[in-house]
Structure formats: structure tokens, C-alpha cells
């Protein structure tokens, strides 16, 4: 199966934490990406990790994959307004002689003062 | 480097006429992909083309739909004849395969409302 799942909505307050979650179902996901979305605008590639890893770091951003629940986290630290945007988690698989992404949902991250 | 560049970015048709969306990939990158996002689906993709090849067209939702990319820097994706169900936000993504790791560059989208 491919579907990724995410939760809808995330509302924190400025200089907290965010966490957003993402589930995904393929076993033989290779990659597995973080997009973010502005208002009006494309999807922008914030981080990814491979599938053999468990934790990568850049700046802010924490991500966090456990393979075996199937289970991706991003972690944006001292959260932003700026952060405000719908963050997509994607997960890469191998199709056609391509590398195929399906996307979650999106996650609406609402940044308050 | 432009980005990739989507055109028309907005789009006001009646329902039954023909639509042309255009898209040029940044330059160099080989894949090609259409997406359609909306609010009840979320982002779907449409087709995928690999070095000018459609691939996949899988997510093409029915023959109303068609797809050419004819060279390596521009692709349309057309929908004849329109229908409202249609009304979405529809982007093109470009990217270029390092092995497995393959980051996909969108552009700003075309937004097309079918009346």
C-alpha cells in the first residue's frame, strides 16, 4: 500500500517546539522527504532522510524515522511565525526506473504570538 | 536558475471548453512530474515522464486528460473538455535522480477554476 497519513492541524505558540507526525505503509520506502508549502506557492524540500537511518539533523530541524512502526516525526525547534505553512511528509519508492513520492495529507502548522 | 516555470498561473474557464496547462523543467533535469491538489484529495500525482518517456500515468483521472512533453525543457498537460470537478491547483515538479535520493523542485502552480 502507499498511503501516508498525517494529522491535520498543529497550533503552537512562537518560540515553542513543533512536532509533526507522519505514518506511511511501504516497507521499501527508500527515502523519505519533508516539503513545505506557503500559501500560493509550490511545495519547497526542507530536509530527507534514508531509510536506513533513525534521526538526521539541520538546524532547527530534527527528523525522526522508525522503520519498523513506519513512523516519521519532524521536529522544528524555537517554532517561528515564518513556520507557519502546511508541511507535507513524503515517502520515496522505486517505480517504472524512477523514484515514485507519495505524499500525506499535509499538516496545517498555525504559529501564535 | 529560474525554478521551474509554470504557465498560465491562473486560470478562469467554462466547463466544456479546452485547457492548456505549460510547464518548463529547470534545465538539466531529466523526470517530470503533474500533480493536482486539492482540498478533498490532497496532492495527487498525475504522470511522470523519465528522460521525455511517460512512465506512469496511472493518476491520470480519465481521457479527459493528456499529457506530452515533446522535448526535454517544456510539457503540457491538457484537459479536454473541462468539467468544475476539475477546479484545482495543478503543479509540475522537475528533478534530477542522484541513485536513490531524487529531491523534486515544484513550481508555483497553475490554479484553474472551471466554472
Known amino acids: 500500500g502507499e498511503d501516508v497519513e498525517q494529522s491535520l492541524f498543529l497550533s503552537v505558540r512562537e518560540g515553542d517546539s513543533s512536532v509533526i507526525n507522519c505514518t506511511y505503509t511501504?516497507?521499501?520506502?527508500?527515502?523519505l522527504y519533508w516539503y513545505k508549502q506557503e500559501p500560493g506557492a509550490g511545495l519547497q524540500l526542507l530536509t530527507y532522510?534514508?531509510?536506513?537511518?533513525d534521526m538526521k539533523q539541520d538546524q532547527r530541524l530534527t527528523v525522526l524515522l522508525n522503520k519498523k512502526d513506519k513512523h516519521l516525526s519532524l521536529r522544528i525547534a524555537d517554532t517561528q511565525t515564518g513556520d507557519s505553512a502546511i508541511y507535507f511528509c513524503a515517502e520515496s519508492i522505486l517505480a517504472g526506473g524512477g523514484n515514485k513520492l507519495t505524499f500525506g495529507t499535509g499538516t496545517q502548522l498555525k504559529v501564535e504570538l | 536558475d529560474a525554478g521551474v516555470i509554470q504557465s498560465p498561473r491562473h486560470e478562469v474557464t467554462e466547463m466544456g471548453q479546452e485547457v492548456t496547462l505549460r510547464c518548463k523543467p529547470i534545465s538539466g533535469h531529466n523526470s517530470l512530474f503533474w500533480y493536482r491538489q486539492t482540498m478533498m484529495r490532497g496532492l495527487e500525482l498525475l504522470i511522470y515522464f523519465n528522460n521525455n518517456v511517460p512512465i506512469d500515468d496511472s493518476g491520470m483521472p480519465e481521457d479527459r486528460f493528456s499529457a506530452k512533453m515533446p522535448n526535454a525543457s517544456f510539457s503540457t498537460l491538457k484537459i479536454q473538455p473541462s468539467e468544475p470537478r476539475d477546479s484545482a491547483v495543478y503543479f509540475c515538479?522537475?528533478?534530477?535522480?542522484?541513485?536513490?535520493?531524487?529531491?523534486?523542485?515544484f513550481g508555483p502552480g497553475t490554479r484553474l477554476l472551471v466554472l
Open positions: 511501504d516497507s521499501s520506502s527508500t527515502y
Open positions: 532522510i534514508f531509510s536506513n537511518m
Open positions: 515538479a522537475s528533478s534530477f535522480p542522484q541513485g536513490l535520493q531524487e529531491t523534486q523542485y
